[in-house]
């Protein structure tokens, strides 16, 4: 996936990243960020980004990602950088936007493609940017009551869609909520 050489370990304010030996099986040592104040973390492991994505044949757990058109992407949480840069690697894409609010991530994830634009927000909830997209795509998870009809998250993002064929996907609940 991302380069391990680039990525180097790290106790940080929020978060943490370790080189973890036999990560599913891998041959090599997998770049592994966990948070320290609230759940979650990223691997950078290809087979996890794979299932995902849900794009492998035993695959169907995400089924938010089928046929999804990309296009212009937000996406909500950075983490190592993993779920944007599988999306410049493999997906049809015309924009990658990044919102972070850990702004200490943020400067530490230095090693993306130069597609991937990250952007610093004091808040990735209430973050209103400017530019419009096809797909917004939620990765930051605190509560899943956030995507519900009345939820914040979905209510401050859906202002940021481009059109009724624009989207925001929710891996998390395995939801797509269209703009239509």
Do not use: R
């Not at 940080?12 to 960020?33: C, H, I, Q, R, Y």
């Not at 924009?95 to 808040?123: G, K």
């Amino acid at each position: 996936m991302i380069n391990e050489n680039l990525i180097t370990e790290i106790n940080a304010t929020n978060f943490k990243v370790e080189k973890v030996d036999n990560f599913n099986g891998s041959e090599v040592p997998v770049s592994v960020l966990t948070f320290k104040n609230k759940y979650g973390g990223q691997e950078n492991h290809e087979p996890c980004l794979v299932a995902y994505f849900n794009d492998c044949e035993e695959c169907n757990v995400n089924t938010c990602f089928n046929d999804l058109v990309y296009g212009d992407v937000l996406v909500v949480g950075l983490g190592l950088g993993t779920i944007p840069t599988y999306i410049q690697k493999f997906k049809n894409y015309d924009s990658i936007d990044v919102v972070e609010d850990d702004h200490e991530l943020a400067s530490y994830v230095d090693f993306l493609h130069e597609d991937i634009n990250i952007i610093t927000t004091s808040d990735v909830e209430s973050y209103q940017g400017s530019k419009k997209y096809d797909c917004v795509l939620i990765e930051n998870y605190y509560h899943t009551d956030q995507f519900n009809s009345n939820g914040t998250m979905l209510h401050n993002y859906t202002p940021q869609l481009k059109d009724q064929d624009s989207v925001i996907v929710c891996a998390l609940i395995n939801k797509v909520y269209s703009n239509a």
